[in-house]
């Protein structure tokens, strides 16, 4: 339990130590130093090391476990790299941290009072915490994706119609009007029987009448 910070009594509190202070170059690094083993125990190559926030900005942030319900004394030094050989001390007297069971972080500007600034400790819902189940059900869900992924792509990619469909939608064209041409000709012939067909129909009773009448002449005659 301590290791997620939620005990009601905590044994390790994070504290911060920030600082605005412009070393000479890239050479130089600032470090938090201090009586107990966790901030060197007074050697300065076992320091803390703070981090520069922004190239050249001047604003240094170092962040460290400490003990809880503790008191000890620090100072900032800048050390020359790359030995961490002691290069300044502040100037002022060593400073006194007296830790409750808070997180917080201390503002101490250079060869200044420092102050500090509590963090609440918030004690995470029970629901929030991280559980085996929680493991196992996300190595499930994980599982499932894997498996409709390979799915996915096992699935038969559709077909490509090749290069040349053009071509081939044009002679299925070519071929179903050569198809088309006989029974055209032939409903065109038909067409034409049925005219002269039709016109010969409507000729023949002119001729039969007149063939009778040329038979009633010649038996007149007769």
Do not use: H, Q, Y
């Given at each position: 339990m301590d290791s997620y910070n939620i005990s009601r009594h905590p044994t390790t509190l994070w504290i911060q130590f920030e600082c605005e202070y412009v070393v000479p170059n890239d050479g130089f690094v600032l470090a938090v130093c201090g009586s107990i083993p966790e901030l060197g125990s007074w050697n300065a190559s076992a320091a803390l090391i703070a981090d520069q926030q922004l190239k050249e900005s001047g604003k240094w942030v170092a962040g460290i476990h400490l003990p809880a319900?503790?008191?000890?004394?620090?100072?900032?030094?800048?050390l020359q790299r790359p030995n961490l050989t002691p290069y300044r001390w502040e100037e002022t007297h060593n400073r006194i941290a007296i830790l409750g069971e808070h997180n917080g972080k201390f503002l101490a500007p250079w060869n200044t009072e420092m102050a500090f600034d509590v963090v609440p400790f918030t004690k995470p819902r029970e629901d929030s915490i991280w559980t085996d189940d929680d493991a196992r059900q996300l190595k499930t869900l994980l599982n499932l994706i894997a498996q409709h992924n390979y799915e996915s792509s096992s699935l038969e990619e559709p077909k490509v119609q090749p290069k040349n469909q053009p071509a081939t939608i044009v002679g299925r064209g070519?071929?179903?009007?050569?198809?088309?041409?006989?029974?055209?000709?032939?409903?065109?012939?038909?067409?034409?029987?049925?005219?002269?067909?039709n016109k010969l129909v409507s000729l023949w009773p002119g001729r039969h009448n007149q063939e009778d009448d040329a038979d009633r002449d010649l038996g007149t005659w007769v």
């Open positions: 319900n503790s008191t000890f004394a620090w100072k900032w030094v800048v070519i071929l179903d009007i050569i198809l088309r041409i006989p029974r055209c000709v032939g409903a065109m012939a038909m067409s034409a029987f049925e005219l002269i067909k």
